[in-house]
């Protein structure tokens, strides 16, 4: 059974940090590049931050350059997006993404909820 599942949310205030955290399992973690994506309420998808299967390369949206962080551990088949510096549009859903051109094959976590509030 394919499962990612996602940890570190919470609630934090403007300018704190998190670090979320996604374990994979039943796929072969380092053939996939991996990626986050959030979903902030009442707004659709937002492709956050990717990194290739290697780790050697990655890649963010401008909202969040300069202020995340994506990482992998290929060993612990474990993706991380640290995040710093946050801002109350931050505030989402945040899904981890294991991304396939063929359906069956393409992969999401359940979420974790990050908010940012004072």
């Known amino acids: 059974e394919v499962q990612l599942v996602e940890n570190g949310g919470g609630l934090v205030q403007p300018g704190g940090s998190l670090r979320l955290s996604c374990v994979a399992s039943g796929f072969t973690f380092n053939n996939y590049a991996m990626a986050w994506v959030r979903q902030a309420p009442g707004k659709g998808l937002e492709w956050v931050s990717a990194?290739?299967?290697?780790?050697?390369?990655?890649s963010y949206a401008d909202s969040v350059t300069g202020r995340f962080t994506i990482s992998r551990d290929n060993a612990k088949n474990t993706v991380y997006l640290e995040m710093n510096s946050l801002k109350p549009e931050d505030t989402a859903v945040y899904y981890c993404?294991?991304?396939?051109?063929?359906?069956?094959?393409?992969?999401w976590g359940q979420g974790t909820q990050v908010t940012v509030s004072s």
């Open positions: 993404h294991a991304p396939s051109s063929f359906p069956p094959y393409d992969y």
């Open positions: 990194i290739e299967q290697g780790g050697r390369s990655t």
